[in-house]
């Protein structure tokens, strides 16, 4: 089992670099950390049966024992031959099962051809011969007759025959690997001189340092403010491994020595990149955008910044819900530092945020914030007023509503971000009136602003405002953080119109047997104004026509005589209205009289008419 891949027989999982990184575990130290005993392979022992092995691992008494039995050993874990590894208990009636991690992937592929890495069996003193060149990190552990599971032991050694170089130094580095290059974790340098004579290594690392972290080994470990580093050889025993762990570029040279500290070899100069920290958004924030008094739609946008290998060229991607959904929609990424959302209903709640990306594929993701629901909960007469935009951002509706009422509902009760909600009210009074009790009086410029303040994170729902003075009205509702930084705004224009039109002037013009021409004067539509499809009405003897936006008019009819009743009705966006009836009496006379003859009139019906103020006569002759 194992032979035609280069274990012989028993395996379990590996992987690569200090740490876990990658999967591999670097053995170093001597130490007992949590449950995996971790030893540094050193000098050659000799057991009790005199046969002769190399480093040990493990030992405690449920734990179990890792021993190398056969390899040669030219550096701290490193071998340039097959190695042979036994693992055991000093209990023999535990029960042994191990993983292996290996960077050789035709082994890993045998042991786990499903991908699912899995504890694998064997014998309580069995042995394992690894034949291809690679890494290995080994994970022992015990069962007693129980069951019970013991303390992990793991080794790490690599195995390299055909590539090892007959002199020198080298440098490998191994970490996580992210975009363009860029390590997205610590970074395990090991360095390993094989120069015969050599007795001392060093290294020294050059490079320019982005956040506060350390570069070096267990033993000894160096502080580096952000900027650039000073070089400086330290000493490292030879086959073991400096930690970088700080964000940054750096190039790192190795050196051996000999006896007398004369320098034997200079490594290749190894360049690194590492970017293990997240891009820093230092503000999200909405608002909503008008323009020439319409609104455009809610815009988001995002400050953020990467110290280290700085944001992708298309940094963020946005994304939206209506807060009851559980699904955010899916957009592409984007250069752009705010987004607009158009269309959306001003009375519902959504739910957005950005994600961030720098080019070492990190990623952070915002808070979200809550796009707040505004909306009219108290109007009986809203729906006689028109509305433009209804339902979307910065929304324009008239009502002649005598109080109004506005509710809100800001962010749900998990986000405890927001510390404050504020309504703001801007426009002018065109009647005397209140605003949530403060009066205000014809032609006074208004900008009211009212504060909730909430506590413990509770939900922020409903709070109301009271509207009860005529004027055309930007509402906004703003919400703040716990900085006390505005976050979201939202918007409703309402007009507030409460005063009918009057008509000033209702005469006819001109009439005849077959058509009669109107004029009507209005003094003023008040603050909003004529209606949209048309603010006169004008009927004759009761017949409707459609409504007109002008202040003229002409009926056609058949000719006939008689009085001929026409009404005239006026109505503004709010939906107030007046109206004024005129009568005309025609006499058609032809073909019965001469001209220059008298037309004998009934003066009792035109009197009895005219004694009425609501009403005024016209009397033609035909």
């Given at each position: ?81 097959d190695?042979?590894?036994?693992i ?20 890993n592929?045998e042991?786990?051809?499903?991908g ?10 069995g ?7 690679g ?21 790490w ?12 130094i ?12 860029w ?46 580093i ?19 570029n ?25 970017d ?13 955008e008008?323009q020439?008094?319409?609104?455009q739609?809610f ?23 209506l ?40 990623r952070v ?23 433009i ?9 008239y ?13 749900d009760s ?10 703001q ?38 709070q ?20 006390g ?9 309402i ?9 000033t ?28 499809s ?23 009819m ?6 001929k ?8 966006k ?17 073909d ?14 035109m009197?009895?008419k ?13």
């Amino acid at each position: 089992m194992y032979s035609g891949i280069g274990i012989i027989p028993g395996t379990d999982t590996g992987g690569g670099s200090e740490g876990g990184e990658n999967g591999t575990h670097t053995n170093q130290g001597g130490t007992n950390q949590g449950s995996a005993n971790t030893n540094n392979p050193g000098t050659l022992v000799n057991t009790g049966n005199n046969q002769q092995t190399g480093p040990i691992i493990g030992g405690d008494a449920q734990d179990p024992i890792i021993r190398v039995l056969d390899g040669e050993q030219v550096a701290a874990s490193f071998y340039r031959s097959d190695v042979t590894l036994q693992i055991y208990t000093q209990d023999k009636t535990q029960r042994i099962k191990y993983i292996l991690t290996t960077t050789v992937p035709e082994i890993n592929n045998e042991l786990y051809p499903s991908g699912l890495v899995r504890e694998l069996d064997i014998e309580n003193g069995g042995t394992l011969t690894f034949t291809k060149n690679g890494e290995y990190t080994i994970t022992a552990y015990a069962y007693d007759v129980y069951g019970q599971k013991s303390n992990s032991v793991v080794m790490w050694f690599k195995r390299e025959t055909d590539t090892r170089p007959d002199s020198g130094i080298t440098l490998t580095a191994s970490g996580n690997i992210g975009d363009n290059d860029w390590y997205t974790s610590n970074i395990t340098i090991r360095v390993l001189g094989t120069d015969a004579g050599s007795s001392r290594v060093t290294y020294r690392v050059q490079g320019t340092v982005y956040e506060k972290g350390t570069i070096g080994n267990y033993a000894q470990t160096y502080e580096y403010e952000v900027g650039e580093i000073t070089p400086r050889e330290i000493e490292i025993a030879n086959g073991t491994t400096i930690k970088v762990a700080t964000d940054g570029n750096f190039t790192i040279t190795a050196y051996t020595y000999d006896e007398v500290g004369n320098r034997i070899s200079t490594s290749a100069p190894l360049t690194i990149k590492r970017d293990a920290t997240r891009p820093v958004i230092q503000s999200f924030t909405g608002e909503q955008e008008i323009q020439n008094n319409v609104g455009q739609g809610f815009r988001v946008s995002v400050d953020a910044l990467d110290r280290a290998s700085g944001l992708t060229s298309t940094p963020y991607t946005y994304q939206y819900k209506l807060a009851p959904s559980t699904a955010y929609d899916t957009p592409t990424a984007t250069r752009e530092t705010s987004k607009l959302y158009a269309n959306l209903d001003t009375t519902k709640t959504y739910d957005m945020y950005v994600i961030v990306k720098d080019e070492a594929g990190n990623r952070v993701s915002s808070d979200v914030i809550s796009r707040p629901a505004l909306w009219i909960s108290s109007n009986p007469n809203q729906s006689e007023g028109e509305r433009i935009n209804e339902g979307k951002e910065g929304s324009l509706q008239y009502t002649r509503s005598l109080n109004i009422e506005f509710s809100f509902k800001g962010q749900d009760s998990n986000n405890v971000d927001i510390s404050k909600i504020e309504y703001q009210v801007e426009g002018i009074a065109t009647e005397d009136g209140t605003i949530d009790g403060t009066s205000y009086i014809k032609d006074q410029p208004v900008n009211q602003t009212k504060e909730y303040f909430s506590s413990n994170g509770q939900d922020k729902v409903k709070q109301t405002l009271n509207l009860a003075t005529d004027g055309d009205w930007t509402v906004k509702v703003h919400t703040y953080n716990k900085e006390g930084r505005k976050v979201t705004t939202n918007t409703i224009r309402i007009c507030r119109d409460t005063v009918a039109p009057i008509v000033t002037e209702f005469a006819v013009t001109s009439g005849g047997a077959s058509e009669i021409s109107i004029k009507v004067l209005v003094d003023s539509f008040g603050v909003s104004g004529q209606r949209t499809s048309g603010g006169y009405f004008y009927y004759l003897e009761g017949v409707a026509y459609p409504p007109a936006t002008i202040n003229s008019f002409t009926f056609n009819m058949v000719k006939t005589s008689g009085n001929k009743e026409i009404k005239i009705k006026v109505m503004d966006k709010a939906g107030n209205e007046s109206e004024t009836i005129n009568y005309v009496k025609i006499e058609f006379l032809v073909d019965t009289v001469e001209i220059g003859d008298y037309v004998e009139i009934d003066m009792r019906i035109m009197e009895e008419k005219c004694n009425s103020t609501k009403f005024k006569w016209n009397v033609w002759r035909i």
